[in-house]
């Protein structure tokens, strides 16, 4: 069982390993492009983590030159959602024989 010790220093490496990738993401992606990504990652937590590996792996293979833009935060998103940006479609079935244009008081 880890002692009180070992648990704040395992919780103290995560924290700087945390604050590290912040710093890396921010130093590779333009302000306007990690705003979106913190936004995502507001309501869809698993899918930032994704994008923001996503980023981290393409530095470090090379794959990106310059600034990560927000048109390709926005790209990435759509791969990884899917596409389904747009979101359920909502259809409503109204009960016929109901007509608002029959109230005349």
Same mark, same amino acid.
């Given at each position: ?5 070992? /648990? ?6 995560? *924290? /700087?390993?945390?604050?590290? *990738?912040?710093?890396? %993401? ?7 492009? !990690? ?8 309501? *869809? ?5 994704? +994008?923001?590996?996503?980023? %981290?792996? &393409?530095?470090?293979?090379? /794959? +990106? ?8 935060? +926005?790209?990435? %998103? ?6 389904? &940006? /747009?979101?359920? !479609? +909502? ?15």
């Amino acid at each position: 069982m880890p002692t009180q010790e070992e /648990a704040a220093e395992r919780e103290a490496k995560a *924290k /700087a390993q945390e604050e590290q *990738k912040q710093a890396m %993401l921010a130093s590779v992606m333009e302000p306007a492009a !990690k705003e979106r990504l913190n936004r995502v990652a507001l309501v *869809k937590p698993d899918v930032a983590a994704k +994008i923001e590996m996503m980023i %981290l792996g &393409a530095v470090q293979r090379g /794959a +990106i030159q310059g600034r990560v833009s927000e048109a390709q935060v +926005i790209g990435m %998103l759509e791969k990884v959602g899917g596409g389904t &940006a /747009a979101g359920p !479609k +909502i259809s409503f079935h109204r009960k016929p024989g109901f007509d608002d244009e029959e109230d005349d008081f």
